[in-house]
Nanobody, 123 residues
Framework: QVQLVESGGGLVQAGGSLRLSCAAS????????VAWYRQAPGKQRELVAD???????RVVDSVKGRFTISRDGAMYPVYLQMNSLKPEDTGVYYC?????????????????WGQGTQVTVSS
């Protein structure tokens, strides 16, 4: 089991910045990838960025150049630095972890989610 807790959301004006944090606990050695998703009102949840246990990073095109995912080595929390925020970035941001269920890096992978943190960007 993995537990995830997000923090850092809030209300910011367009052009501003926020840094989200995702703290992980439990069977964290079995985590392979940590991702940030967001869900705007009335829309489906979408991937924003992810980072693997080997620190390979990816961000989606809509936030490229503005958002950065990072961590200190293999440590937690995983951060999402969001700069030049736009009103369309408004939504609930969720941390997701993909992890093996046992004590070895094999077998089925499970998805874990945090409760989410609200980000509101005003125009």
């Amino acid at each position: 089991q993995v537990q995830l807790v997000e923090s850092g959301g809030g209300l910011v004006q367009a052009g501003g910045s926020l840094r989200l944090s995702c703290a992980a606990s439990g069977n964290i050695l079995m985590i392979t990838t940590v991702a940030w998703y967001r869900q705007a009102p009335g829309k489906q949840r979408e991937l924003v960025a992810d980072i693997t246990s080997g620190n390979s990073k990816r961000v989606v095109d809509s936030v490229k150049g503005r958002f950065t995912i990072s961590r200190d080595g293999a440590m937690y929390p995983v951060y999402l630095q969001m700069n030049s925020l736009k009103p369309e970035d408004t939504g609930v941001y969720y941390c997701n972890a993909e992890a093996y269920g046992g004590t070895t890096l094999s077998g089925p992978l499970y998805q874990y989610w945090g409760q989410g943190t609200q980000v509101t960007v005003s125009s």
